[in-house]
Nanobody, 121 residues
Framework: VQLQASGGGLVQAGDSLRLSCAGS????????MGWFRQAPGKEREFVAY????????YYADSVKGRFTISRDNAKNTVYLQMNSLKPEDTAVYSC???????????????WGQGTLVTVSS
């Protein structure tokens, strides 16, 4: 499956932004989808994931309560709604598709190109 993230941009602290990740292929709905981010000079970090239907979600503590992940399988798209953005949210955001087993974290098999989010103070 091929993935392409979009929706990044320059916003001010406190603003909102919605990222989209469009996937190709008929099996999109079978994947657990995740969002990750990488800030300049830092390692990539997990942001959120959503399982295949009915779509259980899980978030990093740093974004819990501010970000919401969702998916529209009919559109082969996963979203990341980001509210109350902070300067420390500045990063390149990427999406990934993978699988998950009960009691384990997802394993990601496919990665998309990222989209840059810059939050000014």
């Amino acid at each position: 499956v091929q993935l392409q993230a979009s929706g990044g941009g320059l916003v001010q602290a406190g603003d909102s932004l919605r990222l989209s990740c469009a996937g190709s292929g008929r099996t999109f709905s079978s994947y657990t989808m995740g969002w990750f981010r990488q800030a300049p000079g830092k390692e990539r970090e997990f942001v959120a994931y959503i399982t295949r239907s009915p779509g259980s979600t899980y978030y990093a503590d740093s974004v819990k309560g501010r970000f919401t992940i969702s998916r529209d399988n009919a559109k082969n798209t996963v979203y990341l709604q980001m509210n109350s953005l902070k300067p420390e949210d500045t990063a390149v955001y990427s999406c990934a598709a993978g699988s998950i087993s009960r009691g384990s974290s997802p394993t990601y098999h496919y990665w998309g190109q990222g989209t840059l989010v810059t939050v000014s103070s």
